[in-house]
């Protein structure tokens, strides 16, 4: 690995420019009361002020993903048969989603133990992650939503990153991660880090003695499981809760998709597009019935599947990076931290005579 760099202030545009040249580069800008990933435009002001509102999913599973064009050519002298034409059309080209944060990225290895298994490949997402580096900024301050130490992390947590920029005076310090990082610092616009390692590390420091003590999570797996059954427990918990799925939208671990056709004619194409686990249609039977018809069947599932079944399917690995996202932009204020707490309070308490 490259040893670390020094990238100033004045030359980061010119490198994020140099990086344009070379690949897809999308940044944080504001729009409106929000900060979005967008395409880099010179002209446009980046946002670095704080985390993106969405968090950086988009480049490599895309809300919406074209998979396949398909068409049907009627055999002339027997109008009654038709030849299938398939066009797969898997992802080309390479993107650099720059400034971040390191809950975002590391978002991705939750996906990556589901699409990318020795048994099963998918082919979309592996092209997008294989081709797709991330430049992660490490957090200098913390949020009250943010509790990315709950779950295994850090404010600047390399995993799933592979540059990761720490704020010092006058710049960042850059670190390669991974091979991919390490070919992004292959810059003359990086200079020698100079010996402010030590002040990238006391900038870490200070950033993770900031967040409050972590609770012991070892026990919600087996709560949320003690609790299933429970259904006055998941109505109190979901009593607030609106159905409006920003949680899962907002989500940088939420990998559920569903799949669609579009035909025209005798055109058509498949697509791949987000689903919502908290939408009242996301388990509808064919049938009509829906096995989980009330919004407190929906959110077990939802936060059981993060700090429970694929903890127990993963080696103990919790499905969440504690950006606080689903918190933050919660309209009427659901805390899944709460939630997950009082699981196992609930689990634990001495049964009442």
């Avoid at 993107?95 to 099963?120: E, H, K, M, N, S």
């Avoid at 797709?132 to 490490?138: E, G, N, R």
């Avoid at 409050?212 to 087996?222: H, Q, T």
């Avoid at 899944?336 to 005579?353: F, M, N």
Wanted: hydrophobic share 35%.
């Amino acid at each position: 690995m490259e040893a670390a760099k020094f990238l100033s202030d004045a030359a980061l545009r010119p490198w994020l420019d140099e990086l344009a040249t070379k690949h897809a580069l999308v940044v944080p800008r504001r729009e409106g009361d929000a900060i979005v990933f967008a395409p880099y435009d010179p002209a446009k002001p980046l946002d670095l002020s704080r985390d993106a509102t969405i968090p950086p999913k988009n480049p490599v599973f895309p809300a919406c993903e074209e998979l396949m064009r398909y068409s049907y050519a009627k055999n002339p002298e027997n109008p009654a048969q038709a030849g299938l034409t398939l066009e797969p059309l898997v992802p080309m080209g390479s993107t650099v989603v720059f400034g971040g944060r390191p809950c975002g990225a590391r978002g991705f290895t939750i996906f990556d133990r589901v699409y990318l298994t020795q048994r099963i490949r998918d082919p979309y997402y592996g092209a997008r992650r294989e081709s797709t580096a991330y430049v992660t900024l490490a957090c200098s301050d913390t949020g009250n939503t943010c509790f990315c130490h709950w779950v295994g992390s850090s404010p600047s947590d390399t995993t799933g990153s592979d540059v990761l920029l720490t704020p010092v005076a006058g710049g960042y310090v850059a670190e390669a991660v991974t091979e991919k990082g390490s070919d992004l610092l292959k810059s003359t616009h990086m200079a020698d880090a100079g010996g402010r390692e030590k002040e990238a590390l006391a900038a870490k420091s200070k950033a993770l003695e900031a967040l409050e003590a972590a609770p012991d999570l070892g026990p919600a797996p087996k709560s949320l499981l003690a609790v299933f059954d429970d259904q006055d427990f998941w109505v109190d918990m979901s009593a607030k809760c609106i159905s409006c799925g920003a949680c899962t939208y907002l989500c940088p671990t939420c990998y559920c998709f569903n799949i669609t056709d579009e035909v025209r004619g005798l055109d058509g194409s498949r697509l791949r597009t987000w689903d919502n686990c908290m939408s009242h249609q996301y388990t509808m039977e064919a049938s009509g019935h829906n096995p989980r018809p009330t919004k407190a069947h929906r959110l077990k599932n939802r936060v059981g599947h993060k700090f429970s079944y694929y903890p127990d399917i993963h080696g103990g690995v919790i499905a969440c990076c504690g950006c606080g996202r689903c918190i933050k932009s919660c309209p009427v204020g659901v805390d899944i931290r709460e939630i997950v707490l009082a699981s196992i309070e609930r689990a634990t308490a001495k049964p009442q005579e």
